[in-house]
């Protein structure tokens, strides 16, 4: 029987005409309701025809024959909305109302509203690009991003502009920034018509609650205890203060347990809603209110902002925090990273708070800080791995993403390093050679082939496919089925710590109880996967292809260097009867292989990426030479990855699984302070052998040594003090004259190295060969000989010049001016200095006592001989009496010597 008042009470119910006419009128709209207005539930029912009409009939909408498919971004939602709408009507799921979700299917002949997960669409599109049967699409939460239900949106698009006109397309969004949905849905014609609905107008109060001190920001999927302990405490206090369940927000399964465990005691029941928890633990929550009147506090991840209501729910407490997932390229490392919540999304949480009854919502941070949060979350498609989208896009036949009705373009870099990721594992056509599938037609380059096709219909990302393809050939489709099951969702740490194996088993035993919702899952999906290798079984797709696909280079784009393993015999100890340590390490390693690493000593391993990678202390794994991880994250501003899930492989493992960054050859480099020469092996940046070579290449021995002076510098050469003399006066000449006097600095020694020392560089093999080169004899080659300044170099910047007395004083040109530091008496007579460059630059003058020490300094003789003269002599007639001191030294005779023994030196 249908719940007519309980359909009556839902706000959207006024604005379904206004969406019929808009969906007959324009065949898309754009539906804007807040959340508790039933779009998500009453919406359907609508477009499908099966509400009572205001004369107490039902009857589908005009022009919408087919089934009305609605797309959610989680699983948990699509259960829910189905046993929601089958309720409403008064049915069993299964009914008129039916879902799809990976893993589980309840529909029947009678389904006209069938609820999927937006990655069971994209199958479904990928299948039957036409959609056969299916009337009108309604893609809900899109305000969300999630990059599944951007392309799904745009491969609709397309299909409504090339095969299917009459195709319905609904975008259903909780929040009221519509005008560029309304843009991409409209497309050519204009913008869609958008359909707004008012919300329950329940008020929610906002009450601040941070934590009384600072606590550390959040990094990596670190919070700070001492904030997921406030939040507990804002849960008892949120308790004491109102009535009504509390629903919790938190970022993640960790801190809902760390919250949980805080809160026993309680008088409440806690239930924990993630997206791991059983499907029982989910339906509990959503069936409402405890046995007995209990309180019920609800410990959720985002999963709960929309799409489901929560009854009883009166309270929120809001952390604050979500995760999302990163993708560092470079490293070919994915992870979840902790962070802030947008303010649209602390609005969603708090309208739950507010879907029944007025309520309030305990926000766990100052109001201060809710002005620097962002407005809306971060769209998936420019912040996580590509390479799933990628192969949706290629086997839709538009390998480069051209052509997608996309509200963000997918960065160009990661979408680059995704379709590496494809072609290395054989999913799409290398340069030059051909591929098949898609929409395209002729295969090019880029464009998917069939074993590409064949991965994208496992429903994994392109690495675990590959896996699986690959390791079923290898060591039987039910091994590879249940490693990459457990690959596909990161089981709990309690399961086995970071040993694949143990996890392994475990997992297989049932869980031990305290994980059998996850076991149950796993057990699933195994199953999945080995229907769907039957599926593909028998093709050439589905077989390991006879040559390794070349992948990147180590470290390039993800580094992925991830290439089909060789058709010859599989590794050592694999195949039938092969031990799960064996089978482990394989297939993680056929996943993942620029993850493979050899230990390096004290936990630490190499990545074939180049990563470091760190074991965690105390690991069963510890000591393992090799390793293949298939999970590893690295938290901000660590040196090095942490490895969280890894098996033991063997070295002829690691080499068949990474076999394209295998390479073989002579190296030639600076290092550790010399030339070093050898023939390496290498995987990826994982040395495995060496040894030194006696005779090796001349040009690379030139270039190390070019390296070697730049790292270190031109003091590795020999210079002398003439040298240090040459380069001091032709700095000096660059300085004031310009060109063609070359610049001698360090930077442009080092530019310019093979030119001044390219003799000296094709004799010498190692440092001390460079110990030997004379710097300054190599530096007169840069001197301008061609045009014949050379010449002058003597006349323009002089090493010595003769003063009045006779004697060669040197000049110092380290400084910014020229110095000549002399014995005052010998320039008696002397009216003027030397200068320099051609008599632009005046040499400044050190006067000297007769020990050698400065009397005074000037660069016009003149003007000391007349002004100065007089109280130099002064201070020091009496201390060197020996010492001619002249009353007028303009006229006196310049002198090296002292005066006679007894003769007036002061007269």
């Known amino acids: 029987m249908i719940r007519t008042r309980a359909l009556d009470l839902l706000p959207v119910r006024s604005c379904v005409p206004a969406l019929l006419d808009a969906l007959e009128q324009r065949g898309t709209a754009v539906l804007a309701a807040p959340p508790g207005t039933g779009k998500t539930t009453l919406v359907p029912l609508a477009l499908a025809g099966l509400l009572p009409s205001p004369g107490g009939g039902a009857g589908a909408p005009p022009g919408a024959p087919g089934r009305v498919v609605v797309a959610e971004p989680r699983r ?68 969300e991003r999630h990059l599944d239900a951007d392309t799904a949106m745009a491969f609709l698009l397309d299909v409504r502009a090339a095969l299917r006109p009459e195709l319905r397309l609904v975008a259903a969004s909780a929040t009221t920034d519509t005008a560029a949905w309304a843009r991409l849905v409209g497309g050519a014609e204009g913008p869609a018509p958008v359909i707004e609905a008012q919300g329950v107008s329940h008020p929610v109060e906002v009450v601040w609650a941070p934590p009384a001190r600072p606590v550390r920001p959040a990094h990596g999927t670190r919070v700070d205890p001492a904030l997921v302990r406030h939040v507990a405490s804002v849960v008892r206090r949120a308790l004491g203060e109102r009535d009504g369940d509390v629903l919790c927000f938190l970022p993640g399964v960790g801190e809902i347990a760390a919250v949980a465990g805080q809160l026993a005691g309680t008088d409440a029941e806690v239930l924990q809603v993630h997206g791991q928890a059983p499907a029982s633990v989910q339906d509990e929550v959503l069936r409402g209110s405890a046995p007995g009147g209990r309180r019920r506090v609800v410990l959720a991840t985002s999963v709960a902002e929309s799409s489901l209501t929560v009854p009883g729910v009166r309270v929120v407490v809001d952390s604050g925090l979500a995760r999302e997932p990163r993708t560092d390229h470079g490293r070919g490392l994915g992870s979840l990273v902790t962070v802030r919540v947008s303010r649209a999304a602390a609005r969603q949480r708090a309208g739950r708070a507010g879907r029944e009854a007025p309520g309030v919502v305990y926000r766990c941070w100052s109001q201060a800080e809710d002005a620097s949060a962002p407005r809306w979350p971060s769209p998936e498609i420019a912040v996580a791995d590509l390479s799933s989208f990628a192969l949706q896009a290629a086997c839709w036949g538009a390998p480069d993403g051209t052509g997608l009705a996309l509200l963000d373009p997918p960065p160009a870099g990661a979408l680059a390093a995704a379709r590496e990721v494809l072609r290395a594992v054989g999913a799409v056509g290398a340069p030059g050679a051909g591929g098949a599938g898609g929409r395209g037609g002729a295969g090019t380059a880029g464009r998917v082939t069939a074993r590409g096709t064949a991965m ?71 199953r999945r996967l080995r229907g769907a290798l039957r599926d593909v079984d028998g093709s050439t797709a589905a077989r390991p292809a006879a040559e390794p696909v070349a992948g990147p280079a180590a470290g390039a784009g993800t580094g992925a260097g991830t290439g089909s393993a060789g058709a010859g015999s599989a590794p050592a100890g694999a195949g039938a009867g092969a031990s799960d340590d064996r089978v482990a390490g394989l297939v993680a390693a056929l996943a993942f292989p620029e993850r493979v690493a050899r230990a390096r000593g004290g936990g630490s391993y190499l990545m074939v990426s180049g990563t470091a990678a760190q074991l965690p202390e105390g690991s069963r794994l510890a000591g393992s030479p090799w390793l293949a991880v298939a999970v590893a994250d690295r938290p901000a501003h660590a040196a090095s990855a942490r490895v969280r899930l890894a098996a033991v492989v063997d070295e002829e493992t690691a080499r068949r699984a990474a076999a394209p960054l295998l390479d073989a ?158 014995k005052l008496q010998e320039l008696f007579g002397w009216e003027r200095g030397p200068s320099l460059a051609g008599g632009r630059v005046p040499v400044l003058v050190h006067l000297l006592s007769p020990a050698g020490r400065p009397a005074a300094v000037t660069a016009d003789l003149a003007s000391f001989w007349r002004d100065g003269y007089r109280a130099v002599r002064a201070e020091l007639r009496g201390r060197y009496p020996r010492h001619p001191w002249p009353q007028d030294p303009a006229g006196a005779e310049p002198t090296r010597r002292v005066s006679p023994r007894g003769a007036a030196g002061h007269r």
């Open 76 to 143: 948990i939602a699509a259960r829910a909305a189905a046993r929601r709408m089958a309720w409403l009507l008064g049915e069993e799921v299964g009914q008129r109302v039916g879902f799809t979700v990976r893993g589980e299917r309840r529909v029947g002949r009678e389904t006209v509203v069938e609820v999927v997960t937006t990655g069971v669409l994209l199958q479904r599109l990928q299948r039957d690009q036409e959609l056969a049967g299916v009337g009108t699409v309604v893609l809900d939460e899109c305000h």
């Open 456 to 526: 994208a219909r496992l429903g994994l990302h392109p690495r675990l496919a590959r896996a699986l393809l690959d390791g079923a050939a290898l060591v039987g489709a039910r091994q590879a089925a249940e490693v990459v099951a457990l690959l596909s969702e990161e089981p709990p740490r309690e399961a086995g710590g970071e040993d694949l194996v143990e996890v392994w088993r475990t997992v297989r035993r049932g869980g031990d109880g305290r994980h059998a919702g996850y076991a149950a899952r796993w057990r699933a999906e195994v």
């Open 665 to 822: 050859g002579e190296e030639v480099a600076w290092e550790d302070g010399d030339v070093v020469a050898r023939a390496v092996e290498r995987l990826g940046a994982v040395e495995l052998a060496s040894r030194p070579l006696r005779a090796p290449d001349p040009a690379a021995v030139r270039a190390a040594l070019v390296e070697g002076l730049r790292r270190e510098g031109t003091g590795l050469l020999r210079w002398t003090a003439e040298a240090v003399g040459v380069r001091q006066r032709t700095a000096f000449l660059h300085r004031e004259l310009g060109e063609p006097w070359p610049d001698v600095s360090e930077a442009a020694l080092l530019e310019r190295a093979d030119e001044w020392l390219g003799p000296e560089l094709a004799a010498a093999r190692r440092r001390s060969d460079l110990e030997r080169v004379d710097a300054g004899a190599a530096l007169s080659r840069l001197l301008p000989w061609a045009s014949g300044d050379a010449g002058r170099f003597d006349e323009l910047a002089p090493e010595r010049v003769r003063v009045p007395s006779g004697s060669r004083i040197r000049i110092d040109y380290s400084g910014e001016q020229p110095v000549l530091a002399v």
